[in-house]
């Protein structure tokens, strides 16, 4: 266990014996998302541009007596989640669970936990909302039994509990490889600030279900192709890089597979197109589609006519780039 903690997660304290501890983890769309033919162990490598987005899961940590099983249930108020496997498969449970098998890695008894989650995140929607839900708990439960883990254990604990759970962590702009989850921070230009609105689809769509597609049309390359332009263009060269000029950089290599397999999706982009999106973008592997904006007033203008459109079961209105996970 690393002893000093991060400089971008909160430093971990051992809250009053009693007090719950209360963490937050946005969720992400892919500015780019390249991705190449499967590996042996069947996953892809990729190229992936994250951008972390303000829409957040809570997650609140009541402490349980040591020994106790380690629960978890979406809070009543959850905007989604309403039938969610609250099982020991959950990402909740997964998470808490690592971060007692660290401690006791280390010779140290952990406590136990029910997670709360207020979920603020479509679920299976191509958001990463487990994946945030996860880091949430990765951090509520580490200050909770005051486990100090720094910010290569939790990237690490991040990471074997799903390819976009690192990511969540960090939030801002990032690079991923690999997996998804070997991460170089992107420093966006100062000023950076993209308007989003999000067409959010009634039903899931299973992220393994469209890779597995992806992989019967046999036409991923054996490499993913590169996402350097868009990179340099976040970056910047004497000011933020202009919606309009970010634009035609937005790609994602799982946008014809995810409409092979969820056809009506086409609706929805041809609708956020008519409604005046300077892009439109499948978030993740769907059924999302962004709809990229000039500025707040155009988001809110897009969203209003796509409302309107009746082809998304929600339609919402978000910004980003925003901050990593961290204690409330
Ligand atoms: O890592 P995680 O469990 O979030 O991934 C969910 C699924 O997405 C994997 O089981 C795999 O089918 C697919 N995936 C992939 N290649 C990646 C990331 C995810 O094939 N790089």
């Known amino acids: 266990m690393t002893a000093a903690p991060s400089t971008t997660v909160p430093s971990t304290t051992t809250p ?7 963490a937050r983890a946005h969720a992400k769309i892919n500015l780019a998302l390249r991705v190449g033919a499967a590996r042996p162990d ?6 992936s541009v994250f951008e972390a987005i303000d829409l957040a899961e809570t997650v609140t940590a009541h402490p349980r007596p040591a020994g106790t099983p380690l629960t978890c249930a979406v809070a009543e108020d959850s905007p989604y989640g309403a039938g969610l496997g609250t099982g020991a498969d959950n990402l909740l449970v997964r998470a808490g669970e690592a971060v007692a098998a660290a401690m006791r890695a280390h010779g140290r008894e952990p406590g136990s936990a029910h ?6 995140i ?3 929607a191509g958001l990463a909302g487990g994946s945030a839900d996860a880091v949430a708990a990765l951090l509520a439960c580490d200050a909770l039994w005051g486990a100090g883990l720094g910010r290569e254990d939790l990237h690490e604990l991040a990471r074997g509990l799903g390819a976009d759970v690192p990511f969540a962590l960090d939030g801002g702009v990032a690079i991923g490889v690999d997996r998804g989850d070997r991460l170089t921070a992107v420093v966006p230009a100062p000023g950076t600030a993209h308007h989003w609105v999000l067409a959010v689809s009634g039903r899931g769509l299973s992220t393994p279900a469209v890779f597995r ?5 046999g036409d991923a390359p054996a490499t993913p192709a590169a996402a350097d332009d868009l990179a ?19 790609v994602n290599d799982l946008t014809e597979p995810a409409l092979d397999l969820r056809p009506d999706l086409g609706d929805t982009f041809a ?7 300077l892009a439109t973008l499948l978030c993740g592997s769907g059924p999302t589609i ?12 897009v969203a209003s006519v796509l409302r309107g459109a009746e082809v998304a079961s929600d339609v919402l209105v978000v910004r980003g780039p925003v901050t990593g996970a961290a204690l409330v």
């Open 16 to 22: 009053a014996d009693g007090a719950p501890v209360v």
């Open 42 to 47: 069947g996953y892809h490598p990729l190229v």
């Open 115 to 120: 997670l709360v989650v207020r979920k603020e």
């Open 122 to 124: 479509p679920v299976a």
């Open 213 to 217: 597609h992806l992989d019967a049309r």
């Open 232 to 250: 340099a263009a976040l970056r910047g060269s004497g000011g933020p890089c202009h919606p309009v000029d970010l634009a035609p950089l937005l």
């Open 271 to 277: 609708a956020a197109e008519r409604a005046g999106a």
């Open 290 to 301: 962004a709809a990229l904006c000039l500025d707040r007033p155009h988001a809110e203008s």
